[in-house]
């Protein structure tokens, strides 16, 4: 299967906490003109929801593709 993880940036606050409990470290937080956690390697996405189960601000979103 694939998933494909989206990340509301009006909702992320880049606290980081989605990046240390993904297994697979398919997000990062990145500082450009902003802090934002991003997606770096969507193809390693498991789908196991653990981002968007300790995301505090609704912010990420996964679904199959």
Do not use: F, R
């Not at 934002?36 to 653990?50: E, H, I």
């Amino acid at each position: 299967m694939v998933w494909v993880v989206t990340i509301d940036e009006t909702k992320c606050t880049a606290d980081g906490l989605c990046v240390e409990i993904c297994p697979v470290k398919a997000l990062e937080v990145q500082e450009n003109s902003k802090k934002m956690t991003k997606v770096v390697s969507p193809d390693d996405c498991l789908g196991c929801m653990a981002c968007v189960n300790t995301c505090e601000h609704q912010a990420i979103t996964v679904t199959e593709y």
